[in-house]
């Protein structure tokens, strides 16, 4: 068997078998975060992303503190998938020669206004040089009430899926950068054309930390995940782990009006939605009956489907035909590598 053929997730999936449960760990490999138990009612979070330069970014195309930035908010996109709250974080920095001291000053720029803004605090991280590129892994650790902390594997037959915010925008943000429609300087005007909208939303993604820990909070939400490859590879990690299989209503998956009047983008907007990445929304299902709790909760959260006992993926088009959906977010060896950062 080769690498190229079981992927990123099937080899995730063959390390996974070597790993026996264990009460200490109620969550290990799988999840958004490992679950740790050091204490009777509170469980610790914990998880860790690279950023690798000419796999997930490209100098070229993001500014060091945007990096810095991206770098910290992928990691707590994955405590907020847990409904937890992050609280300390952990940088390695493999840095190539050549790059300057302002260049990290600026990167460690990004990483605290991120970081500092969700009270995440640094607390150590490794140092060494590179050969090729630069090399960013960030640790975050959290935590979460063992009763409330949602796992993706809770989704029930019945279920709504929900997602936060809208789809897609990272994607096409990238497909711009790489078009070079460059905004204007790293700390300049926010929000001002569609184009620099998308592209904002790639480069500097907001964790959802704060909804996530409302969703938990409410009781009412069985499953969570953050959209980190597309909506389709998301809602498949979520249905495996769960179990069962979904139907995705497409005329429901909420697309932003920068997406849907963007011009230049060679996909259709729900394309990039699907399969483009990097949203950091929150992707989670409850029963109908939690549906009013969740809009009292003043979130961003739109229905997009239903949780079914029959497995696989189903996208309902808006004429009434149903196709096969199939995961096709990014995947690390089954397809070409260079990209925007997962
Ligand atoms: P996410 O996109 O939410 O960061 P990933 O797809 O990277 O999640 O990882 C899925 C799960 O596999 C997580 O539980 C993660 O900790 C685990 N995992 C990924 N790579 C490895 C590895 N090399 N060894 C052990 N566990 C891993
Ligand atoms: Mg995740």
Known sequence: MRLDEIGEFGLIERIRR????????????????AALSFSPNQLVLATTDMLVEGVHFDLATTDLVSLGWKSAAVNLSDIAAMGG???????????????RLDQIDDLYRGFRSLAGSYGALLVGGDTCSSRRGLVISVTALGESPRARMVARSGARPGDLVFVTGTLGDSGAGFELLQKNVRRKGSGGARGGSKAEMLIERHLRPVPRVEWGRKLAASGAVTSMIDV????????????????????????????????????GLKRQPLDYALSGG???????????TGRERIRRLGITATVIGTIEKKKGMRLRLSSGRVIRLEPSGYDHFRSAGKGGAR
Not at 18 to 33: W, Y
């Open 228 to 263: 980190s490859d597309g909506l389709s590879s998301d809602l498949h990690h979520l249905c495996n782990e769960s179990n069962c299989g979904a139907e995705v209503l497409a005329e429901q998956v909420p697309l932003s009006p920068a997406l849907c009047s963007a011009t």
């Open 278 to 288: 990097e949203d950091y929304e929150l992707l989670f299902t409850a029963p109908s």
């Open 85 to 99: 709250v992050p609280r300390f974080l952990l940088v390695g920095l493999a840095i190539p020669r050549g790059m």
């Open 18 to 33: 070597t790993v026996s449960p264990s009460k200490r760990a109620p969550i290990g490999i799988g999840d958004d975060a």
